[in-house]
Structure formats: structure tokens, C-alpha cells
């Protein structure tokens, strides 16, 4: 079954940078538009990000300008390079497949933003 293993979160003050990592461990990435998705406290997962095959992307409005997605097709790896982060970026991040989840959620990587 394949997973997916995120990692690169942590605290950082407003305005900081942190870049997220999605390891797939088979080669999920090479065949399908994958998406990072925030899920923040008691709120739904919502997409912030979309990387298609060709490296198209596409963007939430609340992160356009401030968040990059890119993908490693060799490494089978999505990354997230998150700029000047805000508090309502706070929250857990997950990647999987768009626009319908394809593969069981992984744990994500937990963010927090404080002012």
C-alpha cells in the first residue's frame, strides 16, 4: 500500500519561511497532479497547492504569492517552500493526490505561526 510521509514543519514567528516535504514510497508522484493541503484547527482540509504533471500549478488565493509547490519525480517527492508565513497558516499539512485523494492520508507535519 503506499503512503505518504510529510515532514519539514515547525514553529516559526510570522513573516519566517519553512519548506515541507512529501515522501511517497512508490512512485505515486510520477503519475498523478498531487496537492498539499492544509487542514487548520477546526476548520476542513482545504488545497493550497497543485503540481500536475508537467509542473503546472495552481494556488489557494489566501497563499498565491507566498507559497511554491514543486515535485522530484526522480526522489518521488512533493515539496511545499512556505514565505512569509502568517497565523492563519497554522494548522496540519498533508499531501496526496488531486482533486480526489487517492492514497490514504498520511500523519502530516504540523505548522505553527505565532505573532
Known amino acids: 500500500q503506499v503512503q505518504l510521509v510529510e515532514s519539514g514543519g515547525g514553529s516559526v514567528q510570522a513573516g519566517g519561511s519553512l519548506r515541507l516535504s512529501c515522501a511517497a514510497s512508490?512512485?505515486?508522484?510520477?503519475?498523478?497532479?498531487m496537492a498539499w493541503y492544509h487542514q487548520a484547527p477546526g476548520k476542513q482540509r482545504e488545497m493550497v497547492g497543485v503540481?500536475?504533471?508537467?509542473?503546472?500549478?495552481t494556488y489557494a488565493e489566501s497563499v498565491k504569492g507566498r507559497f511554491i509547490i514543486s515535485r522530484d519525480n526522480a526522489e518521488a517527492t512533493v515539496y511545499l517552500q512556505m514565505n512569509t508565513l502568517k497565523s492563519e497558516d497554522t494548522g496540519v499539512y498533508y499531501c496526496?493526490?488531486?482533486?480526489?485523494?487517492?492514497?490514504?492520508w498520511g500523519q502530516g507535519t504540523q505548522v505553527t505561526v505565532s505573532s
Open positions: 512508490e512512485s505515486i508522484v510520477n503519475l498523478y497532479t
Open positions: 503540481i500536475n504533471g508537467i509542473g503546472g500549478t
Open positions: 496526496n493526490t488531486f482533486p480526489s485523494p487517492k492514497v490514504p
